[in-house]
């Protein structure tokens, strides 16, 4: 995937406003890769991004990387069809020039129904032999690493305009990186803390597997992240992981976390899913206790009563 | 690196690398990075466009899978099968794919709807990297269980 970004979702906004916040910040993102990704068109679909996926290409304007054209084609699309704005989506194909390299690679917004797995808005190159993702070639050269991880994952989140969309979160990683799969990142933005601690327990739950799922199933996230919160020194503990797997934070009221190494997350990780998270779950009354106790409290709350209405042989 | 098409049903009769871009012009693919990396013929008539994945991704393989065939079938080139290698699957887009363990099909995890590359009849096939041999032999039995069918 290399970069995944999600928005937040706002409340009582039209399919349509959100359309056009979500292309606002694509193009936003556009902007800021412009030295180094050059779109060459851009695609209009309808429910997925690819026919064999169940989609349909609406519209296809192939010629031209000037940033305002394809901004004009994009909305003339959206109010084309204001009211299927839900299922709306583009795709941006372009070339990523990184060195001397030159690499075929996209952006695309998902609508509605595909963000859920890969984000709001996804850019990546097409996969050659040399190289299996955009990170691949990130990596060869630390200036457009600098530009294109470190500074894009520190300052982009600045850059979008609060009024009318706000990042949650921003991932870098090899494949499909998400909520569940912190393991395989090697930089991560999160707009509180809290997020990634979020993220680390829904990732042990999809690697751990059932008994860890059970364990954490009855309590809400929030709750569990709250807790741990509360934890004195929890937030200096957490730093000190940090250093140790050496991932850089950089905090602005937001988080942004940048791994020296390929491992450095899946090692982190390792350690808060083996400190913290498996600890807790082992000791947290899981599904099953929980459920036993619901059911002894209502069969001795019943057994009393129906030995209080049972009529005795005196009356 | 790709290393020729996997022996799905013995060694390929015939063999184009699609990343050598000499093949690719014999065959009048584009050379826009959206291709497969082999197209082949088995003895069996089968004629199969393969993708390997070293990350993983199957929305960009199937991306690739959709562009390359659409190619060949327009120059009236024959395919029948479709097939991902990759490593293994990703916890993220196992929660929109599934693959079916026997017949190694792809479906759309919320429709349950099997992945079909329009012009070719056969589902997108998945095997994995870590479980080769086996997923081979599951293709293998699958197409006798259809062609006696």
């Known amino acids: ?315 | 690196m790709f290393k020729g098409c996997t022996p799905v049903y013995g060694k390929p009769e015939v063999e184009y690398d699609l990343n050598d871009p000499a093949d690719r012009d014999k065959l009048g693919i584009a050379d826009d990075g959206k291709f497969a990396d082999g197209y082949c013929h088995f003895q069996n008539c089968t004629w199969m466009v393969e993708e390997r994945k070293g990350a993983y991704h199957i929305k960009v393989a199937i991306e690739q899978l959709e562009s390359t065939v659409r190619q060949l079938l327009a120059s009236g080139r024959k395919v029948t099968m479709v097939v991902i290698r990759m490593k293994g699957p990703s916890r993220n887009e196992l929660r929109r794919f599934t693959v079916d363990k026997k017949s190694r099909n792809v479906r759309l995890g919320n429709t349950a709807k099997e992945i079909r590359i329009p012009g070719v009849d056969s589902p997108v096939k998945v095997i994995y990297e870590n479980d080769l041999q086996k997923n081979i032999e599951d293709l293998r039995g699958n197409n006798w269980v259809s062609a006696l069918a």
């Open chain 1, 1 to 315: 995937m290399g970069l995944s970004i999600s928005l937040e979702n706002r409340p009582n906004i039209s399919p349509k406003d959100a359309l056009e916040a979500k292309l606002k910040v694509a193009f936003q993102v556009l902007e800021f890769q412009r030295k180094y990704f050059i779109p060459k068109g851009i695609d209009t679909w309808s429910i997925a991004p690819l026919e064999s996926l169940g989609g349909k290409v609406l519209d296809r304007f192939p010629r031209d990387s000037d940033l305002d054209s394809l901004r004009s084609r994009a909305e003339l699309s959206i109010n084309a069809a204001p009211w299927d704005s839900d299922i709306l989506g583009f795709t941006f194909p372009g070339d990523w020039i990184l060195g001397s390299t030159k690499l075929t690679g996209y952006l695309t917004l998902h609508n509605k129904e595909w963000r859920s797995t890969y984000g709001d808005i996804e850019s990546n190159i097409y996969p050659t032999t040399e190289f299996s993702d955009l990170l691949d070639v990130v990596r060869t050269n630390d200036k457009t690493k600098e530009h294109l991880v470190h500074d894009f994952l520190k300052d982009f989140p600045n850059l979008v305009d609060k009024e009318t969309s706000k990042i949650n979160r921003i991932y870098f990683g090899l494949g499909t990186p998400s909520r569940i799969d912190v393991d395989s990142l090697v930089g991560a933005y999160y707009s509180t803390e809290k997020d990634f601690i979020r993220d680390c327990l829904s990732t042990v739950k999809e690697v751990e597997g059932k008994p860890v799922k059970d364990s954490f199933d009855p309590y809400r996230e929030t709750f569990i992240v709250n807790g741990l919160k509360q934890v004195p020194h929890f937030e200096e503990y957490l730093d000190e992981l940090f250093e140790k797997h050496t991932i850089k934070k950089d905090v602005t009221g937001s988080v942004a976390l940048f791994g020296s190494d390929k491992d450095s997350f899946r090692q982190l990780f390792d350690e808060i899913s083996r400190e913290i998270l498996k600890p807790i779950a082992e000791e947290l009354p899981n599904k099953d206790i929980i459920l036993g106790k619901i059911r002894d409290a209502i069969v001795e709350k019943t057994t009393k009563q129906s030995r209080l209405d049972k009529p005795s042989d005196d009356s």
